[in-house]
């Protein structure tokens, strides 16, 4: 059963002949916002992270200078764990492309409470998987 408009307090609709290219059109920058929306919120996230790493990182700097000194005086035994800004800095990578690496499984890593580290070892054998060998198709430059 169809009810009138009125009834409803609605005024009526106009007819669809053209509202849908219209709709389009007007919906277009809503949709542009939101994906400017979404990758601001990745960069929000990312901050965050670092900032809560930057927090969880105040309490450990007590003990990091003397884990190093363990670690240069050869008395192995020890983890060399890195934090995920000594691993981006040890890549020269951004945060946003190591967490992708980390969460993929490419990189090993560990969460200790709410801390993500990497073992120094893992890291060195991501990047040994990662070495360029070029083909051989080409012969090699006297």
């Known amino acids: 059963m169809f009810f009138s408009n009125e ?3 609605r005024p009526p609709r106009k007819s669809l002949g053209r ?8 919906l277009e920058p809503l949709r542009q916002a939101l994906e400017s929306h979404h990758h601001s919120l990745g960069e929000l996230e990312s901050a965050l ?3 809560e790493e930057a927090l969880g990182g105040q309490e450990e700097r007590p003990e990091r200078p003397q884990a190093q000194q363990q670690g240069e005086a050869g008395r192995g035994g020890g983890l060399d764990l890195l934090s995920i800004t000594e691993v981006c800095q040890e890549l020269g990578m951004g945060k946003s492309w190591v967490y992708r690496r980390i969460q993929s499984g490419e990189i090993p890593s560990v969460k200790l409470g709410r801390n993500i580290k990497v073992r120094r070892e ?5 990047l040994e998987d990662q070495r360029y060998q070029p083909t051989t198709s080409e012969p090699a430059s006297e």
């Open 7 to 9: 009834s409803r307090g």
């Open 19 to 26: 509202q849908p290219q219209h709709l389009k059109r007007a």
């Open 49 to 51: 992270i670092e900032f």
């Open 122 to 126: 893992d890291l060195q054998g991501y």
